[in-house]
T-cell receptor, first 112, second 111 residues
Framework: QKEVEQNSGPLSVPEGAIASLNCTYSDRGSQSFFWYRQYSGKSPELIMFIYSNGDKEDGRFTAQLNKASQYVSLLIRDSQPSDSATYLCADRSKDSNYQLIWGAGTKLIIKP | DGGITQSPKYLFRKEGQNVTLSCEQNLNHDAMYWYRQDPGQGLRLIYYSQIVNDFQKGDIAEGYSVSREKKESFPLTVTSAQKNPTAFYLC??????????FGSGTRLTVV
C-alpha cells in the first residue's frame, strides 16, 4: 500500500515567519509531487508541483524534493494570515497507475 | 473559461433515497475522479475513470455508482446502500501526468 504521510498539525506560525510543511512518501517509484491548499469548506487548489530533486521556487513558495530520503517539503516565506489553510501533499506513481496518492493534510495557522 | 463544475452546491437526502451529483468539465481532460471528504479528514477515492465508458472502483466505492458516457461528464449516484453519506463530495479531472483540477464540491446531508 503506497502511502503519503503528513503531520496533521495544527502548525502555528507567526505572521512574517517561514512556514515549513513536510511530507514523506513510501513509493520509491514516485515521479512527481504536488502541493495543494484547501481553505475550510472549499475545494483544494494546486499551488506547486515538483519533479526533480532540489528546490523549485514560485513567489513566496518553495518546494523541496529529496528522492533519496523520500521527502518533500513546502516552505512559505513571509507568512500571511491568508495562508492559513490545510495543505495537502500528493505523489504520482507509476505503480498507482499514475493516480495521485494523497496525504491527510497539515493544518497551518498564521498568527497575526 | 475552462473549468470543472459541480452541482448542486448543497444537497439533502432523505433516508432510502438515491441522489445524483453532477460533474462536468470543459478542460478536455481524459481522467475524472470522485472523492469524499469528511470533516477534518483527508480525501478518499470513490471512483475514477480514465477514458469514456470505463471506470474503476476506488477505496470506498460501496454504496456509490458512476457512469462515463461522455468525456465531459462523470455523475456520481449515492444510493440507499450508502448508510452514512453525509460528507463533502469533490470531483476532479486531470490530463495524464499532470495535477488534478477540482470542482467546488457538493455538500450532501442526510435529513
Amino acid at each position: 500500500q503506497k502511502e503519503v504521510e503528513q503531520n496533521s498539525g495544527p502548525l502555528s506560525v507567526p505572521e512574517g515567519a517561514i512556514a515549513s510543511l513536510n511530507c514523506t512518501y513510501s513509493d520509491r517509484g514516485s515521479q512527481s509531487f504536488f502541493w495543494y491548499r484547501q481553505y475550510s469548506g472549499k475545494s483544494p487548489e494546486l499551488i506547486m508541483f515538483i519533479y526533480s530533486n532540489g528546490d523549485k521556487e514560485d513567489g513566496r513558495f518553495t518546494a523541496q524534493l529529496n528522492k533519496a530520503s523520500q521527502y518533500v517539503s513546502l516552505l512559505i516565506r513571509d507568512s500571511q494570515p491568508s495562508d492559513s489553510a490545510t495543505y495537502l501533499c500528493a505523489d504520482r506513481s507509476k505503480d498507482s497507475n499514475y493516480q495521485l496518492i494523497w496525504g491527510a493534510g497539515t493544518k497551518l495557522i498564521i498568527k497575526p | 473559461d475552462g473549468g470543472i463544475t459541480q452541482s448542486p452546491k448543497y444537497l439533502f437526502r432523505k433516508e432510502g433515497q438515491n441522489v445524483t451529483l453532477s460533474c462536468e468539465q470543459n478542460l478536455n481532460h481524459d481522467a475524472m475522479y470522485w472523492y469524499r471528504q469528511d470533516p477534518g479528514q483527508g480525501l478518499r477515492l470513490i471512483y475514477y475513470s480514465q477514458i469514456v465508458n470505463d471506470f474503476q472502483k476506488g477505496d470506498i466505492a460501496e454504496g456509490y455508482s458512476v457512469s462515463r458516457e461522455k468525456k465531459e461528464s462523470f455523475p456520481l449516484t449515492v444510493t440507499s446502500a450508502q448508510k452514512n453519506p453525509t460528507a463533502f463530495y469533490l470531483c476532479a479531472s486531470s490530463r495524464t501526468g499532470l495535477g488534478y483540477t477540482f470542482g467546488s464540491g457538493t455538500r450532501l446531508t442526510v435529513v
